[in-house]
């Protein structure tokens, strides 16, 4: 080891000895009281006027730290810490928007955890080599405003972005009218350009499955993210008098949706050796009204394989699906408006997350770090374009994610976020 290499372990070590547990609970609860529910959990979807003071008060977090703060047209929040020379820095950090109903972790826990890791090297006196960025991405869930991760993607490709403003949520408001409104509420931050470069990303979440609980082992290195695809399928029908309009004169959008959701169910029941996952999360009907036969059903489909040919199956099976259903007027569309191939991180950026893993669970007395592969997905997949990147999962308490039952030992978050500082102060040295 030449004397650079074991200068900058001995800053990683220390960085990850000054994570303050306590610290780091307490920034999750102020976070969470952005939207908090009565039964525990966060209602702050992505831009909502909750979101906007919660990103407020995360600037003005930054600032008490003394980071510089920054934003870009995707109004990605930015928080610097100062390398001692200014190379394309470290970045870490994840997302503050929430599912409708959410938990406190998802995501907050990444993004305030790279906060800490900022706390802990303040309060070390560490200065590192390179500057260290903390980023809340703006709409990783994408339940507001489809796709998701459109704050990571627009960053590494700003030609999404027009696209991405002229999503509507169910109100009808554009996405590019509620980021202007973000971008004009944060006015004091200065814009910085999309796609700057970076020399690494490490991003820290909860796993949001069950693979490290059942391990007991506190501490996972993801290895990548599964392949995801999302589909809006539109059905029409006639409106008519749920009373007088005889059964089978009927075009009835919501006969034609909930045969085509048997077939989905069956395919994807027959597809279980696979381990294709399939979800129907969105309904909307038109007019929605008890005593209307629906004229318009639309829903959407999330599905995901770790072997992306199940995937091609599946779209191959749906398009036959699609052209089979013959409501009696009326017809049946879909269109697909999202869908990523699987992510694979390289090999060095697991060895050294392996390492800021192990020293941890080791000082712990926990089991050795597990490797997995995401079943969510994140920001990391498309900042994995951009720089080297890898992902820190610490276990989700019974699996349970995107609920407001969300949870996570302390003390595994309080691992994970020493794993980050380990990462993060080691990437910064090289
Ligand atoms: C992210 O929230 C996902 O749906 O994987
Ligand atoms: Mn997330
Ligand atoms: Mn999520």
Redesign the pocket.
Known sequence: MTQQDSLARHAAELAQDHVNSGRLQAAIAALAAFGGRDDGGVSRETLTDIDLAARRYLIEQARALGCEVSTDDCANLFFRRAGKADLPPVLTGSHADTQPVGGKLDGAYGVLAGLEVIAALNEAGIETLRPIEVVAWTN??GSRFGP?AMGSSAFVDPACLPAYRASVDGANIRFGDALDAALAATDDVPRRPMQRPMSACVELHIEQGPVLERAAVPLGVVTGIQSVRWYRVECTGVMAHAGTTPMDERSDAMATAVGIAHQLYAYAAAEAASQLRLTLGRWQVGPNSVNTIPGKVEFTIDVRCVDEAVLARFEATLDAMMAQARPRQGGVTYQCFFRRPPTHFPAAMLSLIERACARASEQASQGKPLHLTSG??HDAMYLAEHCPTAMIFVPSKGGISHNAAEETAPHELFLGAQALAYTVAALANQ
């Open positions: 990783e869930e998701g969510a997905f």
